[in-house]
């Protein structure tokens, strides 16, 4: 038995309800942080396996070092800081899996390393550790490795193609057996033969994501007559393959089924408030649908067409496809489902998060649609992690009880 | 379904607060049972922490049941009254769960349980004649440890105008309420009526739980023709609070650390109502407890009736608690204190013994951030940035606010991931400021 009656006298309520006694209340919900981690450990370990089942062996090996670094950091810094946080070594974990998830499978080992690296170094050690940093940093060491190893990462290098494993390939295939397809003969994954090169294991194709950001720009060849119809049938996948993943991207940007499926997992647990995906997509997906594109005019002049979402070519709702093919595209589903979620990086309440998602979810769409830089999901996450304090200090809860009279 | 039940009954809820395991599931349907005196009582003379009562009786008398022991020298002061006949064997001093060490008269049942003559009143007596005889009455309202009366002059005192009898209970393992209710319904429609008119109350409602619907609906049989309102209240805890009732059923707002009494509402418990219904038909006046008994070390948990100045360690003997049990607690698991010594007895501020596991406490790690413990605060404060005043040596006065705006409900630490103990800073922070803003400078 605990407690003395000597502090429940120091602690008491003068006029409330009772007289308390450190101890209560005796029952915790049996939430704990250690649960929230293995929880969040387990998502991002089904999204990793299905980048590893997409991409085969080199995404394994992008993960693993990525994480095994981000470990091995926390790991010397705690025991150099002499700070041992329970569940310090858990979050590194998922820090670094997160870090593989939106790296490219083709990055070199030396680049998740050092994601790993400086991700649970700068980003997270010099903020103050486990619960004090203000950038996500996951998100933080990859854009930094973006910056640090731009020659490395296929994907900062614009028009670019890069691999998927072809069917029948799959978890065992080499992506670095792929053979090159142009885009207009590609008719989806299942449906493009491979046979004209027997060695090769995975295709060669143009990120979906990519595409999108070049029909922005206008300069995609799409002709006059129908634009929209030769974007959707000449360049993009079949809507299907981005849904399944099977399409080139990050270790877990492509596969949106997986993301949806632990995002579904981790707001069953209660462990991610179903409104930040919800908003992130809704917010993008709107965004997508309003904000004007370049598409060429028949006089060979670009064209800005606002309202891509209501356009219909040939009885054909093309411009709605064009934003489903916006949320799935890659990228956006990740951030959504497990990025913009992250606890320790976004505002504490319903409302602040709600913000903070809809703030995601337009400055991707915006620097997707007219930004250089590559990793846009990534940024916003970045440029709203910055305002979490201030948002956070908007969205404070309005009290119950009125000030007393004086 | 309850979530579904709360946004249904979506004009009837708060913001925050959270539906707690229920734990009832084997001492709900269980009847009230009495449990025998033993052989010694250690009756508490002290009720509120600071106010003992002056023995009236000597050491070594032989006193009838419901004779008046100590106090009940001003009118409507605290009273203690034996609860049972016997020799008082001399004064002493026994440890209480809320006031720790206190004096007491150790009583010896000589087994006739003989009563002192009583008077029941009829049940046409005017209110005035009944308001006159309840300062002798001794009922004392739990939780405040004030006497009915005390309560009911200063209800008067203020204006108030609505009597709520606190019919609810949704902390974990507590049947007290539901099982009076049950049981005792008629009395206690019929007692609620008689209280709303001595205290002068415009409205009288009895707020039960919408959980079981036989119960409210018998309760509205029973209540049809006496002007008591049964409102039927979603479980979500801490709806029981006196704040949130009022909030919920009436809309007012209580000034942050004010009472009930200032919002013009008077808040009695349902134990309290049972005690003055006894008190009405028989005239005896409340000499037991009927406490909970239950929790994981249990392994009869009941609801028991047990008299004032039984030893706890005896009511757990009853409900076969197991030898080993390590935490004790005296009220519900979220607002209750912790029995401190194991020699303790039962006096008039207990509502349930529970004997809990302990459950295994890792240390508290760094706010992770997961914001439960503001989505779940029922008075809206953020006690995430209120425990950051543990360090400091001033606060503002909006911070101010938020610590008195707090009714240690304890959800915040309830749900914390990170095993912060929030609720207990945030009262000690209260305790530490508010003296502060006390003094002048
Ligand atoms: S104990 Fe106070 S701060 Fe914590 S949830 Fe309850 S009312 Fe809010
Ligand atoms: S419940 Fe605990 S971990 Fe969550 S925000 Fe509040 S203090 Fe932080």
């Known amino acids: 038995m605990t407690g003395n009656a000597a502090s429940a006298v120091e602690t008491r309520n003068p006029r409330g309800w009772g007289w308390r006694m450190p101890g209560a209340p005796f029952v915790r919900s049996g939430q704990s942080h250690a649960q929230i981690l293995a929880a969040w450990t387990m998502a991002t370990m089904i999204v990793a396996l299905a980048g590893i089942v997409l991409y085969g062996l080199s995404a394994a090996q992008v993960i693993a070092v990525a994480a095994l670094t981000a470990l091995a950091t926390e790991a010397s810094l705690s025991a150099l800081a002499m700070r041992q946080v329970p569940g310090g070594l858990m979050h590194a974990l998922v820090t670094g899996v997160l870090l593989g998830l939106t790296l490219p499978p083709t990055a070199p080992w030396f680049v998740a390393a050092a994601g790993g690296f400086l991700a649970i170094l700068v980003a997270k050690w010099m903020f103050g550790g486990f619960g004090h940093h203000l950038w996500h940093p996951a998100v933080a060491g990859r854009v930094i490795v973006q910056f640090l190893f731009a020659q490395h990462l296929s994907f900062s290098q614009g028009l670019v193609q890069t691999p998927i494993l072809a069917p029948g390939h799959l978890l065992v295939g080499q992506i670095s057996a792929a053979v090159s397809i142009p885009a207009e003969s590609y008719q989806g994954w299942s449906n493009t033969p491979l046979e004209d090169s027997p060695r090769a294991e995975a295709f060669l194709l143009e990120r979906p994501v990519q595409v999108l950001r070049r029909m922005a720009s206008g300069s995609l060849d799409v002709g006059f007559a129908e634009p929209w119809t030769t974007l959707l049938r000449d360049y993009l996948p079949p809507w299907k393959d981005t849904v399944l993943g099977t399409v080139p991207g990050g270790v877990g940007e492509s596969c949106t089924i997986a993301l949806v499926v632990v995002g579904m997992y981790l707001i069953y647990r209660g462990h991610l408030r179903w409104q930040v995906p919800v908003c992130v997509l809704a917010s993008a997906a709107l965004t997508a649908a309003i904000l004007p594109v370049a598409v060429p005019h028949s006089s060979g002049a670009l064209r800005m067409q606002w309202l891509p979402a209501l356009v219909v070519e040939d009885k054909v709702p093309v411009g709605a496809a064009y934003v489903l093919y916006h949320v799935t595209a890659g990228q956006l589903m990740l951030c959504a489902f497990l990025l913009a979620g992250d606890m320790l990086a976004g505002p504490l309440t319903v409302r602040g998060q709600r913000y903070f998602a809809v703030g995601v979810g337009v400055i991707a769409m915006l620097m997707r649609l007219y930004g250089v830089l590559e990793g846009e999901c990534y940024w916003a996450i970045l440029i709203m992690n910055t305002f979490v304090p201030a948002i956070d200090r908007r969205t404070r809860r309005r009290p119950l009880a009125v000030e007393p009279a004086a | ?441």
């Open chain 2, 1 to 441: 379904m309850r979530r579904i039940a709360d946004w249904m009954s979506w004009n009837q809820a708060f913001d925050g607060g959270l539906y707690l395991p229920d734990e009832r599931a084997r001492t709900a349907r269980l009847p009230i049972e009495r449990m025998a005196v033993g052989e010694t009582l250690w009756v508490p003379l002290q009720v509120r922490g600071d106010e003992a009562c002056e023995p009236v009786v000597t050491a070594s008398a032989s006193v009838l049941g419901g004779q008046l022991l100590a106090g009940g020298g001003s009118v409507g002061s605290a009273a203690v009254y034996a609860p049972t006949s016997g020799r008082l064997a001399r004064f002493d001093r026994v440890w209480t769960a809320w006031h720790g060490f206190v004096r007491c008269a150790v009583l010896e049942p000589d087994g006739r349980d003989a009563w002192a003559e009583v008077r029941p009143f009829a049940s046409a007596t005017a209110a005035e004649e009944v308001r006159e005889a309840l300062p002798s009455a001794g009922i004392m309202c739990d939780r405040s440890g004030r006497s009915l009366h005390a309560v009911l002059v200063s209800a008067r005192s203020a204006r108030a105008d609505v009597l709520i009898i606190n019919g609810l209970e949704t902390e974990p393992y507590l049947t007290v309420a539901l099982r009076l209710l049950v049981e005792r319904g008629v009395e206690a429609v019929g007692a609620a009526r008689r209280l709303g008119e001595v205290g002068g109350f415009r409205r009288t409602v009895l707020a039960v739980s919408q959980r079981h619907r036989r119960l409210v609906r018998r309760l509205r049989d029973i209540a049809r023709t006496s002007g008591v309102e049964v409102v039927p209240l979603p479980d979500k805890y801490p709806q029981c609070h006196p704040l949130l009732l009022i909030h919920v059923l009436l809309d007012r707002r209580i000034a942050a650390g004010g009472s009930a009494i200032d919002a013009g509402v008077c808040v009695i418990s349902t134990a309290t109502l049972a005690a003055f219904s006894q008190w009405m038909a028989t005239g005896r006046p409340p000499v037991t407890r009927v406490l909970t008994v239950a929790g994981g070390a249990v392994a009869r948990p009941g609801t028991y009736e047990v008299a004032i100045g039984t030893p706890i360690a005896r009511v757990l003997e009853r409900a076969e608690a197991s030898d080993g049990v390590e935490c004790v607690v005296s009220g519900g698991p979220l607002t209750g204190v912790a029995v401190a010594r194991s020699d303790a007895v039962v006096s008039v501020l207990d509502t349930a013994v529970l004997a809990l596991e302990a459950a295994p406490r890792p240390g508290p790690v760094p706010c992770v951030r997961c914001g439960w413990c503001i989505e779940d605060c029922p008075v809206g404060i953020d006690p995430t940035s209120l425990v950051q005043l543990e360090g400091r040596s001033a606060c503002s006065a909006e911070e101010l606010l938020a610590l008195r705006s707090c009714i240690d409900c304890g959800l915040c630490t309830y749900v914390c991931p990170a095993e912060l103990p929030l609720a207990e800073s945030i009262a000690r922070s209260r305790a530490r400021f508010s003296s502060r803003a006390e003094v002048p400078t």
